[in-house]
């Protein structure tokens, strides 16, 4: 994975345990809220990208396919696959805007009939299959493939497809995820909504005031047991229940009394085989927007009562990493369970008036945690659920 | 089922709607009176691809007689372009200042299904693929698990537009014809570059089928950048015991990518081929509207001859069809379609 606050898990891991925020302000976006509203940015130009990718001074690559090559190089080093060839691996990758980054600093190039130059690469970079197939070609993938976008739960969706496509018999490996590049577009769309914080943002407090956008990538390697036990892979999580849910309420709020969510924390818990008491970390949504916090807040009193796990919402330290936000908290997930930690949830002061619990703001070392609910919810009312567990062998 | 098409497919009788032919390498659907559908009120608010994709998608509710789904599950290559282009300019125009949200919001690529399921109250599985050839597809695999899961109907579909802007963007990088071409002339014009479509398309999906179902979707296969062995092979699997009594195709003239129908005429010689693309042009989706005719023609077990002019004599039964398309070379899709 690469974000705002780490280049790899272990970077990510790091900073998450010494509560480094990765906000502050772009270096790399030209927009006259360059000052104004903060992001949560990879600390790296493009360029820099490129050669951490394993592909400099090769043209045509987009940040965000560079980040998602990045985390996917990881990912497989990771899991010690040297050859995607030597079992048949499938992807299914997430992205809310492709490649917008780089297409809309030339698209009116583009579109000038008396331009030519460098700049016509890009225009094959427009739509969202582009990334998922430059890092299949760099990778060597030639199996199944997708890409997902049903906005901000675009690659929690990824890992459910994955999982039930190994579910089914489809494919034994997978890997899922997804990879978001901050751009003008989404920066402009989210402040249009008056959306976006102008201060670090401020999830599951009373004067949280929006949400900051951020970049980054991650993937995960999906097995099915059979090939677990045939590679004597080496697991590091289950994934024990997913589901997805839809708000039908309005296209870009949730309802007040969190209905999908609920919904969709429930049918994950499901069919997980497990119940609320199992549960003892949440990594919410949490965006810090007003009506996602009240909503997810009012979601969780709702199915956990008065035994609400510990939550918290990361958000502070990537920003809102929209197609990715799914599977860099599914590895967060992950990593709270291989570690024994629970996150806190930075810039936490004021409980909400309508809530009755608040966010865990403590860095929680040596505590117990075996199961994980990871929340992701979008526009178009989209929410999806993912269970992360112990794997127990 | 229900689709909006540059043909008069949406109502009516099939047989009698004669073939739109347009210049100009762009193919633009014929689209029906949306307030037969939608309010007023919220059709102001809507842009071109929404109001396809609701309507399609709701007409296909009213011939399935299933109100509410038990998942929505759609593919579109591109999502609402209109919105995209607009919310670009206004960045550039109104330099990032005060600007009106609605475009972003329904450029995101799930707004189309957000939408429908907002307007049925369908809470449940909702998902939206977005990758050029492969879209529609992976949206019918992930409705046939849904429906292996357990659920008992998923309405599935896909929408694309296309803009004179982004007609523009395309021909930059070769897409269309150098040549101005109409559509009804389309195979007589075999030169690099294809003309351009748009479409939407809805299917309401059970795992049994029913007195009013249109076709048994049979066999779905997804090839991504195959060589012309895999190709070929792949094909032999996916046919090995079925007798093919139809291939719709793909072929769109294109030299640039001919070689791949050459195998498939290679391994399917001696079977009868139709060609759709003149009928719908070329765009991410065009999988749906072959699909659409497919289960058209073997419920009607009617060939509309002036669609399809090329037709010498009609196969002599028409129960097995196979549809073979690529998009650009990338995505190779068979889908095998069975009567009822």
């Known amino acids: 994975m690469i974000t705002a606050i780490g280049d790899d898990v272990a970077g990510n891991l790091h900073s998450l345990r010494s509560q480094q925020s990765g906000l502050g302000f772009t270096n790399h976006l030209d927009t006259i809220y360059k000052t104004i509203l903060p992001v949560a940015e990879v600390k790296h130009t493009t360029p820099q990208l490129r050669e951490m990718a394993g592909v400099a001074g090769i043209d045509g690559y987009t940040r965000t396919t560079l980040l998602g090559l990045i985390a996917m190089r990881e990912a497989l080093a990771q899991a010690g696959i040297t050859n995607v060839q030597d079992e048949p691996t499938g992807f299914i990758n997430a992205s809310t805007v492709g490649g917008m980054c780089d297409t809309e600093n030339v698209y009116f190039d583009i579109m000038d009939p008396g331009k030519t130059g460098d700049f016509l690469k890009f225009i094959d970079t427009l739509d969202c299959a582009d990334c998922t197939q430059r890092i299949a070609d760099t990778i060597g993938f030639t199996e199944h493939i997708a890409t997902i976008s049903t906005a901000c739960s675009s690659s929690a969706n990824a890992l459910m497809y994955g999982a039930r496509l190994i579910k089914a018999g489809i494919t034994r490996r997978i890997i899922c995820g997804g990879t978001e590049a901050l751009t003008r577009f989404t920066l402009n769309g989210f402040n249009s909504l008056k959306n976006i914080d102008k201060r670090p943002c401020r999830p599951f407090d009373q004067q949280r005031n929006g949400l900051n956008l951020g970049e980054g990538a991650a993937y995960m390697v999906l097995e099915s047991e059979s090939l677990v036990r045939e590679n004597n892979s080496k697991v590091i999580a289950e994934l024990s229940g997913y589901a997805n849910t839809n708000e039908a309420f309005h296209p870009t709020s949730p309802s007040p009394e969190g209905d999908g969510a609920f919904a969709a924390m429930r049918d994950a818990l499901a069919m997980s085989g497990h119940t609320i008491a199992d549960v003892q970390y949440v990594n919410v949504h949490g965006t810090a927007t007003l009506s996602n916090d009240v909503s997810e807040g009012k979601a969780l009193q709702r199915l956990f009562g008065t035994m609400v796990p510990l939550f918290s919402s990361t958000k502070p330290f990537t920003g809102h990493t929209l197609a990715a936000a799914g599977a860099i908290e599914a590895i967060y997930a992950v990593l709270a369970i291989q570690n024994q930690v629970v996150f806190p949830n930075l810039n936490f002061t004021e409980g909400m008036e309508e809530l009755y619990i608040t966010p865990e703001t403590q860095l929680r070392e040596g505590y117990p945690v075996h199961h994980v609910i990871s929340n992701s919810f979008g526009f178009g009312g989209n929410n999806a659920s993912l269970v992360i567990s112990k794997y127990e062998g | ?340």
């Not at chain 2, 809805?202 to 090839?223: C, D, Q």
């Open chain 2, 1 to 340: 089922m229900a689709a909006i098409s540059p043909q008069h497919t949406f109502e009516g009788d099939l047989s009698v709607q004669p073939m739109v032919i347009s210049g100009g390498n762009m193919l633009s659907c014929v689209e029906p009176d949306y307030k037969a559908f939608i309010p007023g009120n919220s059709l102001r608010r809507m842009s071109r691809i929404l109001k396809m994709g609701l309507t399609v998608a709701l007409r296909c509710l009213q011939d399935s007689g299933i109100e509410m789904p038990g998942a929505i599950v759609t593919g579109t290559g591109k999502g609402s372009l209109q919105d995209t282009e607009k919310f670009i300019k206004e960045i550039r125009d109104y330099k990032e200042t005060a600007l009106n949200p609605t475009p972003f919001i329904q450029s995101t690529y799930n707004a189309v299904n957000g939408l429908i399921a907002l307007q049925q109250k369908c809470t449940e599985y909702n998902n939206t693929f977005v990758h050029r050839g492969f879209s529609f597809e992976n949206a019918l695999l992930d409705s046939m698990l849904l429906l292996h899961e357990g659920k008992e109907n998923v309405l599935a579909g896909a929408f694309e537009e296309i803009t004179a802007e982004h007609f523009y963007i395309k021909s930059r990088i070769g897409h269309w014809k150098a040549e101005n071409i109409s559509n009804d002339t389309l195979y007589r014009h075999f030169s690099p570059g294809t003309i351009s479509g748009e479409g939407a398309a809805f299917f309401m999906l059970g795992p049994a089928a029913t007195p009013n179902s249109y076709a048994e979707l049979a066999g779905l296969k997804m090839l991504y950048k195959p060589t012309a062995e895999k190709l070929a092979a792949s094909l032999q699997a996916f046919i090995s015991h079925e007798e093919i009594d139809l291939v719709l195709t793909g072929r769109n003239a294109d030299t640039n990518y001919d070689q791949y129908y050459q195998v498939v005429d290679q391994q399917l010689s001696g079977i009868q081929q139709l060609p759709f693309k003149h009928l719908c042009g070329e765009y991410d989706t065009a999988g749906a509207f072959a699909l659409w005719l497919g289960a058209q023609l073997l419920k009607t077990q009617q060939l509309p001859a002036q669609w399809f002019p090329m037709l010498q004599q009609p196969p002599a039964k028409l129960r097995n069809i196979l549809i073979y398309n690529n998009f650009f070379g990338e995505q190779h899709v068979f889908m095998l379609l069975k009567g009822i």
